[in-house]
T-cell receptor, first 112, second 111 residues
Framework: QQPVQSPQAVILREGEDAVINCSSSKALYSVHWYRQKHGEAPVFLMILLKGGEQKGHEKISASFNEKKQQSSLYLTASQLSYSGTYFCGTRLSGAGSYQLTFGKGTKLSVIP | GAGVSQSPSNKVTEKGKDVELRCDPISGHTALYWYRQSLGQGLEFLIYFQGNSAPDKSGLPSDRFSAERTGGSVSTLTIQRTQQEDSAVYLC?????????FGSGTQLSVL
């Protein structure tokens, strides 16, 4: 049930763009994105519900393709503050599916 | 208001001893989650409490792990007869809606 994230790690220079992908083998109700900086707690970025919507947070946006059970996180014009590990979390469709399962994370490093 | 509070922040124990980890959620949050974070393994789901409903214990790795939530507020995660592979950061999160608020975690080291 654990979603699969790719890539595992990425290094960017300031101003470059990146895409982080998240996929599931099960039908999803929602996809959640969190960022964790080193030594800190994960912090909520955004949630996408089934319906194919796209949301944005600063220069970070995401999409959810419910037919493919995939979500992508887009980071544009990256800043040093974007460095951290990004986790996608998924909730499955169906009654009683309240468990939020996270992927193994994507470590993003933005360098000057 | 205060965020999610976890204690202790660090715990060093000897193999075979029992440990209790505490989580104080944000007031009014009905849902509470426990996750385990090991190096390179992401956030591993352990258990989920929602109001007065029976908890979802499907993520507990063995019967040495248990958790309770008293009065719909404070939660305690207990690990009995600790093993070295239990060493990890244990994170608690609470929510009222879809958004989870995480605590800073308890770093558990089993020697």
């Amino acid at each position: 049930q654990q979603p699969v994230q790719s890539p595992q790690a990425v290094i960017l220079r300031e101003g470059e763009d990146a895409v982080i992908n998240c996929s599931s083998s099960k039908a999803l109700y929602s996809v959640h994105w969190y960022r964790q900086k080193h030594g800190e707690a994960p912090v909520f970025l955004m949630i996408l519900l089934k319906g194919g919507e796209q949301k944005g947070h600063e220069k970070i946006s995401a999409s959810f393709n419910e037919k493919k059970q995939q979500s992508s996180l887009y980071l544009t014009a990256s800043q040093l503050s974007y460095s951290g590990t990004y986790f996608c979390g998924t909730r499955l469709s169906g009654a009683g599916s309240y468990q939020l399962t996270f992927g193994k994370g994507t470590k993003l490093s933005v360098i000057p | 208001g205060a965020g999610v509070s976890q204690s202790p922040s660090n715990k060093v124990t000897e193999k075979g001893k029992d440990v209790e980890l505490r989580c104080d959620p944000i007031s009014g949050h009905t849902a509470l989650y426990w996750y385990r974070q090991s190096l390179g393994q992401g956030l591993e789901f352990l258990i989920y409490f929602q109001g007065n409903s029976a908890p979802d214990k499907s993520g507990l790795p063995s019967d040495r792990f248990s958790a309770e939530r008293t009065g719909g507020s404070v939660s305690t995660l207990t690990i009995q007869r600790t093993q070295q592979e239990d060493s990890a950061v244990y994170l608690c999160a609470s929510s009222y809606g879809q958004k989870l608020f995480f605590g800073s975690g308890t770093q558990l080291s089993v020697l």
